[in-house]
Structure formats: C-alpha cells, structure tokens
C-alpha cells in the first residue's frame, strides 16, 4: 500500500546541510500496524512526516497503491492527505471555538462522512458532544483528535507520540481504541513513539538511527494495550 523508496532529506544548506534520512526503503501493507522507534534526532518524525505528504523529500519516492505523490503539485497533494491519510500528534490542534461534534465533523465533511458519530461514542465521549475543547480534559481532548482523524476514513494514519502526554490508564485506553478501529476498518497503521513496550502492539517495527533503518522485526503474536507494560 505504501511504499517508500530511497528516500532523502536534508535540513540547511551548503556545509550546515544536515542529513535527516539518508536512503530510507520500506513498505507498509494496508492494515499493518508500523511502529517506529528511535533516539531524539535518530529521523522517525521526519520519515513520518514525508510518508503522509506533510513534507516533501529531497531525493527517493512514496507511492500509495502504486501513485507516486512526491511531485504533486500543492493543491494536488493537499487533496491526496484529504481523501487518503489521518494525523494524530501529541498536541491536539483542536479548534477552540467548536465543540466536540464539530470538531469531529470537520474531519468527517472531508471524506462525506455522515455516521461520524459512531466513531465520538466508540471513543467513548458520545455525552461531551456541546463540551468546547476547554472544557474537556487532556485525555477527553487526545479522544476528540482521534474521532476527527478517523471520521475521514483513511487508508493510512500516522500517529506521533499520542500517548505522550497522557497518564498510562488515559495512554491504555486511547491505544484500545485505535487498535480496534484500525482492526474494524483495516487501515495501515504508522506510529512514533519514545514507549517501547507499545512496539509490542504492532506487527512490524521499525528503529532507526542517524537518518538510517538499522533493524526491522515481524511480530506474529502483537499483544494488546492491556498486555503491555508501560
């Protein structure tokens, strides 16, 4: 589903150009779970960021089923992350001045979404639908950004630290969720993460360092968020 080919990016220019990924090749089947692991600076969000069209790379290719979106133009690849792919990051990036059903329903409009209230009460805050994001708790917040991402129905998310600012039962239960959902839809799954117990949950994972992929493992038993330890 995808597939990432060679890829580059340098931050800078001239003789303080710094390599942030130096030929980065890896491939993402649809409803894998993908965790990438990694030391500050070792190039995980930054493969996470151009693997979702965030950015773009300096060198190599990613195609999703076979279309290469690293020459799109703006506005062309401002639709392909519309239609195609979510964004879950630690901070929530909620608009302040709509509810919760609002919120939620800005991601839905953008994939025709009409039952995106099912994804509010599986997310379990189907009775904080008119609670403003002030209102709400940290936990209750990270809730909302994942019901918005997964209103637009995406063939592929991408999560960077979602549990890091969350206390371990609150971190549990939003790795519930995103698991089942994942497994009820069969989206491919990609995620950041300093924890490396939740590498546990996923079925491939991925550690890189100093811009390079140096270890790839299959795991053909993946544990639950209850299972692992925190």
């Known amino acids: 589903m995808l597939e990432i ?13 710094t390599a942030a990924l130096k030929g980065v090749t890896l491939t993402v089947d649809a409803g ?3 965790v990438l692991l990694g030391a500050s600076g070792s190039g995980k969000s930054t493969l996470l960021h151009i693997a979702s069209g965030l950015e773009r790379p300096d060198g190599g290719s990613v195609k999703y089923d076979g279309e290469e979106i690293t020459a799109l133009p ?15 990051f630690q901070q929530y990036y909620l608009l302040p001045n709509l ?3 609002k919120n939620v329903k800005m991601g839905a409009d953008l994939a025709g979404n009409r039952d995106y209230r099912k ?11 008119t609670k403003l994001p002030r209102e709400l708790s940290g936990g209750e917040q990270q809730r909302v950004s994942i019901a918005r991402a997964l209103a637009k129905n995406p063939k592929a998310l991408f999560l960077d630290e979602p549990t890091g600012a969350l206390d371990e039962e609150t971190g549990r239960q939003i790795l519930e969720v995103i698991s089942a959902t994942q497994k009820a839809l069969g989206f ?5 993460t300093h924890n490396q117990n939740i590498a546990e949950m996923a079925g491939t994972v991925i550690r890189l360092n ?19 330890g925190w």
Do not use: Q, W
Not at 74 to 88: C, H, M, N, P, S
Not at 119 to 129: Q, S
Not at 188 to 192: F, G
Not at 222 to 228: L, S
């Open 5 to 17: 080919t060679n890829v580059k990016k340098f931050y800078g220019m001239g003789e303080n150009a």
């Open 188 to 192: 491919a799954l990609i995620m950041v």
């Open 210 to 228: 100093s811009g390079k992929i140096v270890e790839t493992n299959h795991n053909s038993a993946p544990k639950t968020a209850r299972e692992i």
């Open 32 to 34: 894998d779970f993908c």
């Open 74 to 88: 703006d506005k062309e690849l401002t639709a392909f992350r519309k239609r195609t792919v979510g964004f879950i």
């Open 99 to 101: 509810n919760v059903d």
């Open 119 to 129: 994804i509010i009460e599986a997310v379990g805050l189907g009775d904080r639908l």
